[in-house]
C-alpha cells in the first residue's frame, strides 16, 4: 500500500520530524481523522511510514495515538486558537552559552551544599515533596509504578522514575479510555516542578544549559540520568504564562519537551538506579529554592 492511498486532499502529511515522534502521532492521526479516514485505515496509514522515520515505531503506541484522537469529543473540523509552535533547539546558541560559561557537573556539585548530596532518595524526595499526606506516582520502570504518599515506598534507591508534580487521586483514566491506571495525566494535579531533560545538546553542554537557566528561574535540583545526560528542576510559579515562556527557553536549549505537554511524563529519582545498574547521581541541591 502506498502512503497516500488514503489520504484526501486536505492539506501536506504532518512532515516527518528527526524528533519527537510521540508528538508527531497524533498529529498523523489527526490529520487522518480530518481526512475521513477510520481509525483501521489511519493505523495502516501511519505504520506505513514505519522506516522513514529516526526510529522503528511501535504499533503499540501507534494504535493508542489513533484511539485517543479518535476517541476524541473535539471537532476534528472545528478551528482552534492555536499555541505557537514550540521552538527548536538551538544549537548555535547552547555551543555559544557553553563556551561562555564552560560550567561542568563538577562545578554544580561543588556549588551544591555538600550534605544533601548522598541523601536517601526518600529524604531527597521529602524535600522535593513535604506534603506527608501528597499521593506520588513513582516507578520501578515504565511498566511497575505505584501511587501513594511517600511514606509507603520502600527501595526507593531501586527505582527509576517519578511524576514531578503531587497526584490528585489514587487513580486516573487512561487516555484510550480503555480503564485506569495509578501513571495518568486525568490524576495529576498542578504543575509543581519544570523538569528539564536535555537529549539534544552534547553532554558536555548540559552544566552550562543548566547554569545559563539558572539565571532566569533559581535552580532547585540537578542529577544525572545514570545515562549522558543532566536532569535540572526548577519550581514552578504561580504564573501560567511565566512557566509557559520558561519552558519555551528551556526547550530552545535543547530540553525535552514532552515533559510540558504531558504532565504525567516520568523523570528520574535522585539518587535511584537505572536500569542499567548506573546511578541516578544528585549533583545539586539547593534548599533555598526548595518549593513549601
Given at each position: 500500500?502506498?502512503?497516500?492511498?488514503?489520504?484526501?486532499?486536505?492539506?501536506?502529511?504532518?512532515?516527518?520530524?528527526?524528533?519527537?515522534?510521540?508528538?508527531?502521532?497524533?498529529?498523523?492521526?489527526g490529520?487522518?481523522?480530518?481526512?475521513?479516514?477510520?481509525?483501521?485505515?489511519?493505523?495502516?496509514?501511519?505504520?506505513?511510514?514505519?522506516?522513514t522515520?529516526?526510529?522503528?515505531?511501535?504499533?503499540?503506541?501507534?494504535?493508542?495515538?489513533?484511539?485517543?484522537?479518535?476517541?476524541?469529543?473535539?471537532?476534528?473540523?472545528?478551528?482552534?486558537?492555536?499555541?505557537?509552535?514550540?521552538?527548536?533547539?538551538?544549537?548555535?546558541?547552547?555551543?555559544?552559552?557553553?563556551?561562555?560559561?564552560?560550567?561542568?557537573?563538577?562545578?554544580?556539585s561543588?556549588?551544591?551544599?555538600?550534605?544533601?548530596?548522598?541523601?536517601?532518595?526518600?529524604?531527597?524526595?521529602k524535600?522535593?515533596?513535604?506534603?506527608p499526606?501528597?499521593?506520588?506516582?513513582?516507578?520501578?520502570?515504565?511498566?511497575?509504578f505505584?501511587?501513594?504518599?511517600?511514606?509507603?515506598?520502600?527501595?526507593?534507591?531501586?527505582?527509576?522514575?517519578?511524576?514531578?508534580h503531587?497526584?490528585?487521586?489514587?487513580?486516573?483514566?487512561?487516555?484510550?479510555?480503555?480503564?485506569?491506571?495509578?501513571?495518568?495525566?486525568?490524576n495529576?494535579?498542578?504543575?509543581?516542578?519544570i523538569?528539564?531533560?536535555?537529549?539534544?545538546?552534547?553532554?558536555?553542554?548540559?552544566?552550562?544549559?543548566?547554569?545559563?537557566l539558572?539565571?532566569?528561574?533559581?535552580?532547585?535540583?540537578?542529577?544525572?540520568?545514570?545515562?549522558?545526560g543532566?536532569?535540572?528542576?526548577?519550581?514552578?510559579?504561580?504564573?501560567?504564562?511565566?512557566?509557559?515562556?520558561?519552558?519555551?527557553?528551556?526547550?530552545?536549549?535543547?530540553?525535552?519537551?514532552?515533559?510540558?505537554?504531558?504532565?504525567?511524563?516520568?523523570?528520574?529519582?535522585?539518587?535511584?538506579?537505572?536500569?542499567?545498574?548506573?546511578?541516578?547521581?544528585?549533583?545539586?541541591?539547593?534548599?533555598?529554592?526548595?518549593?513549601?
Open positions: 500500500m502506498r502512503i497516500r492511498e488514503f489520504i484526501k486532499p486536505i492539506g501536506p502529511f504532518p512532515a516527518c520530524p528527526l524528533n519527537g515522534i510521540h508528538q508527531w502521532l497524533p498529529k498523523a492521526a490529520h487522518c481523522r480530518r481526512s475521513g479516514l477510520t481509525a483501521s485505515e489511519a493505523e495502516q496509514v501511519i505504520n506505513a511510514h514505519d522506516g522515520l529516526r526510529r522503528r515505531l511501535d504499533r503499540k503506541q501507534v494504535a493508542k495515538a489513533v484511539a485517543f484522537v479518535y476517541n476524541s469529543t473535539r471537532d476534528p473540523s472545528a478551528k482552534y486558537d492555536r499555541q505557537p509552535a514550540l521552538p527548536e533547539w538551538n544549537s548555535t546558541e547552547t555551543a555559544r552559552i557553553h563556551k561562555d560559561l564552560g560550567t561542568t557537573a563538577q562545578d554544580l561543588d556549588a551544591s551544599p555538600q550534605q544533601y548530596l548522598d541523601l536517601h532518595p526518600s529524604e531527597i524526595l524535600l522535593l515533596f513535604p506534603d499526606s501528597g499521593l506520588l506516582c513513582v516507578g520501578f520502570d515504565k511498566a511497575t505505584a501511587t501513594a504518599p511517600l511514606t509507603e515506598f520502600e527501595d526507593l534507591e531501586k527505582c527509576q522514575f517519578i511524576e514531578p503531587y497526584k490528585t487521586s489514587v487513580y486516573g483514566e487512561k487516555k484510550d479510555g480503555s480503564g485506569k491506571t495509578m501513571h495518568a495525566t486525568d495529576t494535579g498542578a504543575p509543581r516542578w523538569v528539564a531533560d536535555f537529549d539534544s545538546p552534547p553532554p558536555e553542554q548540559h552544566a552550562s544549559i543548566i547554569a545559563h539558572d539565571g532566569f528561574r533559581p535552580l532547585a535540583m540537578a542529577l544525572s540520568t545514570g545515562g549522558k543532566l536532569h535540572a528542576w526548577f519550581p514552578s510559579t504561580a504564573s501560567p504564562d511565566d512557566d509557559r515562556l520558561f519552558w519555551r527557553l528551556c526547550i530552545g536549549l535543547g530540553a525535552d519537551p514532552r515533559i510540558q505537554s504531558n504532565r504525567s511524563q516520568f523523570v528520574r529519582i535522585p539518587n535511584g538506579t537505572r536500569d542499567t545498574g548506573k546511578p541516578q547521581s544528585l549533583i545539586y541541591l539547593n534548599p533555598e529554592n526548595l518549593l513549601p
